[in-house]
C-alpha cells in the first residue's frame, strides 16, 4: 500500500496496523470505528481455560495485529513464560490446528468459528479480555481532511 505517496486516501483497517502506520509517521487520523470485538482464542478440547497455554504453542498472525495484542494481554494476565508463538495468517492456524503443528490460535472470526466446526473450542473471546475492544477503524489521510472535510463526513 502506498500511504505515503497518496496512492490510498481512506482505508478499513484493524486498529493495530493503523496505529503502527501513524507511529512511522503516516499523516492519518481515525475517523470512526467500525467494530467492536470479533477475536477468539481457540484451542485443541484438553484446554480448559487460558492458564492451560503455558508450555502450549500457539498461532497468532504478525506483531502489532489486533489478534497480537490479545496474545500480549493474555501472556501478560496469566504470566505465561513458556509459551511457543508461531505467526501465521489466520486460515493457517485453522489448518496448523487441524494438523495437530499448533495447541491453540488467535484469530478473528469467522476463523474461530470454523476451527469449531472441525472439534476446536472457543477458549476465550476478546471481550472477555478487554472490554470495549475496537476491532477496525476508518482511517483517513490529514490532507483529505483539510481538503475535503465534506468527504469525510459523508
Same mark, same amino acid.
Given at each position: 500500500?502506498?500511504?505515503?505517496?497518496?496512492?490510498?486516501?481512506?482505508?478499513?483497517?484493524?486498529?493495530?496496523?493503523?496505529?503502527?502506520?501513524?507511529?512511522?509517521?503516516?499523516?492519518?487520523?481515525?475517523? $470512526?470505528?467500525?467494530? !467492536?470485538?470479533?477475536?477468539? +482464542?481457540? &484451542?485443541?478440547?484438553?484446554?480448559?481455560?487460558? %492458564?492451560? @497455554?503455558?508450555?502450549?504453542?500457539?498461532?497468532?498472525?504478525?506483531?502489532?495485529?489486533?489478534?497480537?495484542?490479545?496474545?500480549?494481554?493474555?501472556?501478560?494476565?496469566?504470566?505465561?513464560?513458556?509459551?511457543?508463538?508461531?505467526?501465521?495468517?489466520?486460515?493457517? $492456524?485453522?489448518?496448523? !490446528?487441524?494438523?495437530?503443528? +499448533?495447541? &491453540?490460535?488467535?484469530?478473528?472470526?469467522?476463523? %474461530?468459528? @470454523?476451527?469449531?466446526?472441525?472439534?476446536?473450542?472457543?477458549?476465550?473471546?476478546?471481550?472477555?479480555?478487554?472490554?470495549?475492544?475496537?476491532?477496525?477503524?476508518?482511517?483517513?489521510?490529514?490532507?483529505?481532511?483539510?481538503?475535503?472535510?465534506?468527504?469525510?463526513?459523508?
Amino acid at each position: 500500500m502506498q500511504w505515503r505517496g497518496g496512492d490510498i486516501q481512506a482505508a478499513y483497517i484493524c486498529l493495530g496496523p493503523a496505529l503502527l502506520l501513524y507511529s512511522r509517521g503516516v499523516p492519518i487520523k481515525i475517523v $470512526a470505528g467500525t467494530h !467492536l470485538y470479533g477475536y477468539a +482464542i481457540v &484451542a485443541k478440547p484438553e484446554i480448559k481455560s487460558l %492458564a492451560d @497455554l503455558e508450555g502450549k504453542i500457539v498461532g497468532c498472525v504478525a506483531e502489532g495485529s489486533q489478534a497480537d495484542l490479545l496474545l500480549n494481554l493474555v501472556i501478560e494476565r496469566y504470566n505465561l513464560k513458556n509459551l511457543d508463538v508461531r505467526r501465521m495468517n489466520p486460515p493457517m $492456524a485453522v489448518i496448523s !490446528l487441524i494438523a495437530g503443528k +499448533i495447541d &491453540a490460535a488467535f484469530v478473528p472470526e469467522f476463523f %474461530a468459528t @470454523l476451527a469449531e466446526v472441525q472439534g476446536f473450542h472457543i477458549v476465550a473471546m476478546s471481550q472477555d479480555l478487554w472490554p470495549n475492544m475496537q476491532g477496525s477503524v476508518l482511517v483517513v489521510k490529514e490532507d483529505l481532511i483539510k481538503d475535503h472535510p465534506e468527504v469525510v463526513r459523508k
